[in-house]
């Protein structure tokens, strides 16, 4: 089965702030990646799909990049309501439908 | 809209069974692939199992092949996954969501499954 590896685990950061995080695939997946949000007792959120394809309705302050292995979300300038966990997940070789281990976005 | 409710959620002894159901309205059922999806208190998130939008293909989670079985009735415009010989480590909450070009793009909003004695 193909591992996805999130890294960091958690981050602090604050309003305004630029961030990143990057999600490693155990083998390529081309672009087969998808992101997501979730916050506190409610259900993920898709934000990205295909690496790089902003799912409708979401914020443009959301990007993501990458292909092969290596992926990253972006998030421009954080707002309040960013501020929850992100999982990365591959759909090159479903099944499974692998998701990383999570990132924790939290209030610097 | 497209709309996704889970239930048959609970407590429930190690060693028995439950099955869960996901109604689905808002699109048309029949034509998507539709997953499973769990998530231990406090933890990340576990696939679970999918099923082909016809039924004709089901894949497993190696933690639960054996004991879970997905399947769908498409006149019901439901999904279910019935479990067996639940564990401990089963506790979750579980989410049913559609599967819309390679992405599992709607979800609910999950029922709890508590295994405990």
């Known amino acids: 089965d193909i591992q996805m590896t999130q890294s960091p685990s958690s981050l602090s950061a604050s309003v305004g702030d630029r961030v990143t995080i990057t999600c490693r695939a155990s083998q390529t997946i081309s672009k087969y990646l998808n992101w997501y949000q979730q916050k506190p007792g409610k259900a993920p959120k898709l934000l990205i799909y295909a690496a790089s394809s902003l799912q409708s309705g979401v914020s443009s302050r959301f990007s993501g990049s990458g292909s092969g292995t290596d992926f990253a979300l972006t998030i421009s300038s954080l707002q309040p309501e960013d501020f929850a966990t992100y999982y990365c997940q591959q759909s090159y070789s479903p099944p499974p439908m692998t998701f990383g281990q999570g990132t924790r976005l939290e209030i610097k | 809209q497209v709309q996704l409710v889970e239930s048959g959620g609970g407590v429930v002894q190690p060693g028995r069974s439950l099955r869960l159901s996901c109604a689905a309205s808002g699109f048309t059922f029949s034509s998507y692939g539709m997953h499973w999806v769990r998530q231990a208190p406090g933890k990340g998130l576990e696939w679970v199992a999918v099923i082909w939008y016809d039924g004709s293909n089901k894949y497993y989670a190696d933690s639960v092949k054996g004991r879970f079985t997905i399947s769908r009735d498409n006149s019901k415009n439901t999904l279910y996954l019935q479990m067996n010989s639940l564990r401990a480590e089963d506790t979750a909450v579980y989410y049913c969501?559609?599967?819309?070009?390679?992405?599992?793009?709607?979800w609910g909003q999950g029922t709890l499954v508590t295994v405990s004695s």
């Open positions: 969501a559609i599967e819309i070009a390679a992405a599992t793009v709607y």
